[in-house]
């Protein structure tokens, strides 16, 4: 078992589609996290229906420390990026990202196996 510190769910059960704190607090900022497959990284990486790294699903928060999260802010590797980031947070965004409601609660519809 893998506990996430945040969303307090196994990474690595099937059930846990997604990690639950929306934002991510940079430099005094409060931005909204990235979803897995909905980031400019998306493209370099082939369509899997899990993030290889914490297992999110499609369209789920990653959990905080994963190598596959894009910092909403640089756009570079969020644990490598040098933003000063201060972890995550349920406080709301002042920084949304573009092309996603980070108030989503239900994970969008995908057809992997049609």
Same mark, same amino acid.
């Given at each position: 078992?893998?506990?996430c510190d945040d969303?307090?769910?196994d990474m690595a059960d099937a059930t846990t589609m997604s990690c639950t704190p929306p934002t991510i607090q940079i430099n005094g900022v409060y931005y909204a996290r990235l979803r897995y497959g909905y980031d400019q990284r998306a493209a370099e990486l082939p369509e899997h229906p899990?993030?290889? +790294?914490?297992y999110?699903?499609?369209g789920g928060l990653h959990h905080y420390g994963c190598d596959m999260e894009e910092c909403p802010r640089c756009h570079g590797q969020l644990i490598?990026?040098?933003?000063?980031?201060d972890g995550c947070s349920?406080?709301?965004p002042e920084k949304p990202a573009p092309g996603y409601n980070c108030e989503q609660t239900e994970l969008p519809e995908? +057809?992997?196996y049609t």
């Open positions: 078992m893998a506990i969303c307090k769910l899990r993030c290889h +790294d914490c999110v699903a499609w490598s990026c040098g933003c000063n980031h349920a406080q709301p995908l +057809d992997w």
